[in-house]
């Protein structure tokens, strides 16, 4: 989960959105309107709605018993149709929902290859220099437009910086318990602003999110990995205090530091 340095990620943007969004390399990295406006995501919605499961705590866990046994191949050829999918020729919703949907999918592949493990980070996938990393994120897994894609740059060179929309976060899944739900339906251009509104508003809701007990506060850690993404520490306030509930505004009010940061990795299976 590693992110580019400023002046080398807005180079590649530049490179990336000329490959992948049809942006020129001269141009701003901002997302074409397309001239496609949806594309079928019927197979990955099936997929959710039969293999993820939630649960009364919250979390929305995934039975990767199941899928594996009855769900990889519909899920591969899900992939491959992504895969020679345009985006550039798809609007700004259906750009977004296509690379929520294409990092999702590969990452439940990724784990259902390798299952049973306890946690993402057990697998470590080559990176593009062929050592060994921390967890899948750094390997090319994927191929759009013909460039050859790592889930890190899904996130990080192209949802981050093109879209500029922190709820993103919401939806990328790296299929821990520490992660928002993932959702028992695929993204889609006409859902996306209600999907990404109403993750925002369950995570932000749940202990997850943030807490407060004995005095101290405690947050995910996403709100200190990507507090720019956030507009800093006072953006991240204002931004939970956007979606909080009454009880929970309350406590956010006058928030001046979170006193702790934290983030479960173990795999978000079903408990059994």
């Given at each position: 989960m590693a992110v580019s340095s400023t002046r080398t990620m807005s180079v590649f943007v530049c490179m990336l959105a000329a490959a992948v969004l049809g942006v020129s390399p001269g141009a701003n990295a901002a997302a074409p309107s397309g001239k496609q406006s949806a594309i079928s995501h019927a197979a990955w919605n099936s997929l959710l709605r039969t293999h993820v499961k939630p649960a009364r705590d919250g979390i929305n866990r995934v039975d990767y018993v199941s899928w594996k046994a009855r769900g990889?191949?519909?899920?591969?050829?899900?992939?491959a149709s992504l895969e020679k999918t345009d985006p550039a020729s798809l609007s700004r919703e259906g750009q977004m929902a296509f690379w929520i949907n294409l990092y999702n999918a590969k990452t439940v592949e990724i784990v259902l290859e390798r299952y049973p493990v306890a946690s993402i980070k057990d697998i470590d996938l080559k990176d593009a220099a062929g050592q060994p990393a921390d967890g899948p994120w750094k390997a090319k897994v994927t191929t759009v437009a013909g460039k050859r894609l790592s889930l890190d740059e899904i996130e990080n060179e192209i949802l981050r910086p093109v879209y500029k929309d922190a709820r993103v976060h919401y939806a990328l899944n790296c299929l821990s318990l520490g992660c928002p739900n993932l959702l028992p339906e695929a993204y889609t251009a006409a859902r996306l602003e209600r999907q990404l509104e109403g993750t925002a508003r369950v995570f932000v809701?749940?202990?997850?999110?943030?807490?407060?007990?004995?005095?101290?506060?405690?947050?995910?850690?996403?709100?200190?990995?990507?507090?720019?993404?956030?507009?800093?520490?006072?953006?991240?306030?204002?931004?939970?205090?956007?979606?909080?509930?009454?009880?929970?505004?309350?406590q956010l009010a006058g928030l001046k530091k979170i006193d702790a940061y934290d983030y479960d990795w173990k795999l978000n299976d079903v408990k059994r």
């Open positions: 990889v191949a519909p899920l591969k050829s899900y992939i809701n749940h202990p997850r999110g943030i807490s407060f007990a004995g005095g101290k506060v405690q947050a995910s850690s996403i709100y200190d990995w990507f507090a720019s993404d956030f507009g800093g520490f006072d953006g991240v306030v204002a931004h939970l205090r956007k979606y909080a509930r009454p009880a929970l505004g309350k």
